[in-house]
């Protein structure tokens, strides 16, 4: 099955590189879970994910005639990515130096109309992102590429451009992280009551 998918993506990337669109949007499409995941990452919140997705987009529509190894086109695809969100975040970074240190709040949501277990889901999903944004970024990152779903630790590794060990000792320590995070946010939650 494996073998399968890797066989069409390659049919797929070599028919983008001759400039055929409906090849273009299915890679495209068939990564966009594990792509979110990695911008998401990099940038540290979701504020800007879909301006900066469809720069990726644009740059893919651009640039896929430049792919040399159609059978790499993952790799490429997320470098291309990382490049782009990169890029944003820095372009970000300075913006928001000039606002004196002004940072957006993110809105949030009645839990009342939600049944109990739905609220307290999202509520946990909620702590997760928010520790997750208080990550190093390899560490956001990996954490963000593995529960995006659709890589395996391999295509993971060659994404983050580092070894399979590195890139699992980094998801290890990131979801370490993020559980102490939530753990002690729970516990101060109880204090307060």
């Keep these: 099955m494996k073998a399968e ?67 790499r086109f993952r790799g490429w695809l997320a470098i291309l990515a990382r490049r782009e969100a990169l890029k944003h975040y820095r372009r970000r970074a300075q913006q928001s130096i000039e606002l004196d240190g002004c940072v957006a709040v993110r809105p949030t949501q009645a839990y009342e109309q939600m049944p109990p277990e739905a609220a307290e889901k999202k509520e946990l999903c909620e702590r997760i992102l928010d520790a997750a944004q208080r990550l190093p970024a390899k560490y956001r990152e990996v954490f963000m590429l593995a529960h995006a779903g659709g890589l395996t630790y391999a295509e993971m590794a060659e994404v983050l451009d580092v070894p399979v060990t590195t890139m699992q000792i980094r998801l290890v320590r990131a979801r370490r992280m993020i559980q102490n995070q939530v753990l002690h946010a729970a516990a101060d939650k109880v204090k307060q009551r």
């Design 5 to 71: 998918k890797t066989q069409n993506e390659l049919m797929l990337a070599c028919a983008a590189r001759q400039g055929d669109k409906e090849a273009i949007r299915l890679l495209l499409t068939r990564n966009w879970t594990w792509l979110r995941g990695l911008v998401y990452g990099v940038l540290g919140h979701g504020q800007d994910l879909d301006d900066v997705l469809q720069d990726i987009c644009l740059r893919v529509i651009t640039k896929v005639h430049t792919l040399r190894e159609p059978e």
